[in-house]
Antibody, heavy 122, light 107 residues
Framework: EVQLVESGGGLVQPGGSLRLSCAAS????????MDWVRQAPGKGLEWVGR??????????EYAASVKGRFTISRDDSKNSLYLEMNSLNTEDTAVYYC?????????????WGQGTLVTVSS | DIQLTQSPSFLSASVGDRVTITCRAS??????LAWYQQRPGTAPKLLIY???TLQGGVPSRFSGSGSGTEFTLTISSLQPEDFATYYC?????????FGQGTKVDIK
C-alpha cells in the first residue's frame, strides 16, 4: 500500500528555518511528481508547491506566499521528498502534508501523508 | 491566480439526504477540477478528478458534474461516514488553488 510519512515538524521561532521530510514507500517514487499542501489550524487547504521528476529536470512550482522562502527538493535514491523552509513567520504555522501526484489527466493528488505540524512562535 | 468559491460553506443534513455542493471558478477551467474529502483529524482524500471521474474505491453515491466555471459535487444519499469537509481544487494552472471548503454536519 502506498505510504507517505512526513517528519521534521516542530516549534520554531519567527525568522527561523526548518526542513520537513516525506518518506515514500510501496510505489516507484521517481516516477511521480510530488506536492506539498498545508493547512493552518482550523483553516482550509493551501497548495504550497510541486516538484517534477528527473525527466522534467526536477523543475518546481511554488505558491506566491512561499516563493523565495521555501524550496522543494527530492532524493529519488532515498525515496524522499523535502521542504526547506526559511524566514518563517507566524502565518506559516500549519500542518504540512506531502502528496503524490496521480499520473492521470489533471494530475490530482491521489495519496496524502498524515501531515506534520509546524508551529512558528516566539 | 484562479479563485475557487464553494457554496455553501456549511450545511447541515441528515442521513439519507441528497446533498449538493457548488464550486465556482473565477475563470474557465474546462473540466480540470477535483474534489477531496477531509474527515476531522485526518488527511484529505481524493474523491473525484476531471470533474466527474470517480477515484478508485470511492462509493458510487458520490458524483461530480459541470464544466467551465461551475461545478457540483453530489452525494445521493448521505451516510454517517460522509460527515466531513469537502474541498474543490483546480487542476489547470499554477498555483493549484483550493476552494475554502464546505463542512457537512449532522442535522
Amino acid at each position: 500500500e502506498v505510504q507517505l510519512v512526513e517528519s521534521g515538524g516542530g516549534l520554531v521561532q519567527p525568522g527561523g528555518s526548518l526542513r520537513l521530510s516525506c518518506a515514500a514507500s510501496a510505489f516507484t517514487f521517481s516516477d511521480h511528481f510530488m506536492d506539498w499542501v498545508r493547512q493552518a489550524p482550523g483553516k482550509g487547504l493551501e497548495w504550497v508547491g510541486r516538484i517534477r521528476m528527473k525527466a522534467n529536470s526536477y523543475s518546481t512550482e511554488y505558491a506566491a506566499s512561499v516563493k523565495g522562502r521555501f524550496t522543494i527538493s527530492r532524493d529519488d535514491s532515498k525515496n524522499s521528498l523535502y521542504l526547506e523552509m526559511n524566514s518563517l513567520n507566524t502565518e506559516d504555522t500549519a500542518v504540512y502534508y506531502c502528496a503524490r501526484v496521480s499520473m492521470v489527466r489533471g494530475s490530482p493528488l491521489g495519496y496524502w501523508g498524515q501531515g506534520t505540524l509546524v508551529t512558528v512562535s516566539s | 491566480d484562479i479563485q475557487l468559491t464553494q457554496s455553501p460553506s456549511f450545511l447541515s443534513a441528515s442521513v439519507g439526504d441528497r446533498v449538493t455542493i457548488t464550486c465556482r471558478a473565477s475563470q474557465d477551467i474546462s473540466d480540470y477540477l477535483a474534489w477531496y474529502q477531509q474527515r476531522p483529524g485526518t488527511a484529505p482524500k481524493l474523491l473525484i478528478y476531471t470533474t466527474s471521474t470517480l477515484q478508485g474505491g470511492v462509493p458510487s453515491r458520490f458524483s461530480g458534474s459541470g464544466s467551465g466555471t461551475e461545478f457540483t459535487l453530489t452525494i445521493s444519499s448521505l451516510q454517517p461516514e460522509d460527515f466531513a469537509t469537502y474541498y474543490c481544487q483546480q487542476l489547470i494552472s499554477y498555483p493549484r488553488t483550493f476552494g475554502q471548503g464546505t463542512k457537512v454536519d449532522i442535522k
